[in-house]
Nanobody
């Protein structure tokens, strides 16, 4: 069983930065970040494997960085050069394998709101 808690969301201006955190009470093979904007489907953002490997959506590659701190059992999403279209609720999720599909993740956090103003 894995429990996930996201934090770090907030309101920033375009071009600014935020760092999201996902603290886990258990360990999973893969931890992914997804986001959901109003009236849109939830989309994959990035994922990291505890065994190695990092993957990004093309829409955030070069601007976002995913990392982990094994001692704290926490995964981070550093978001730079934020754009208004990045506005969404961001969720972290854990599962047994790397995937871009939300159905492949077993455990989900509650979400944290990120709002980017123009």
């Amino acid at each position: 069983q894995v429990q996930l808690v996201e934090s770090g969301g907030g309101l920033v201006q375009a071009g600014g930065s935020l760092r999201l955190s996902c603290a886990a009470s258990g360990r999973a093979t893969s931890t992914g970040w997804f986001r959901q904007a109003p009236r849109k489907e939830r989309e994959f953002v990035a994922a990291i494997l505890w065994s190695g490997g990092i993957y990004y959506s093309s829409s955030v590659k070069g601007r976002f960085t995913i990392s982990r701190d094994n001692a704290k059992n926490t995964v981070y999403l550093q978001m730079n050069s934020l754009k208004p279209e990045d506005t969404a609720v961001y969720f972290c999720a854990a599962g047994p394998r790397i995937s871009r599909l939300q159905a492949d993740y077993e455990y989900w956090g509650q979400g944290t709101q990120v709002t980017v103003s123009s």
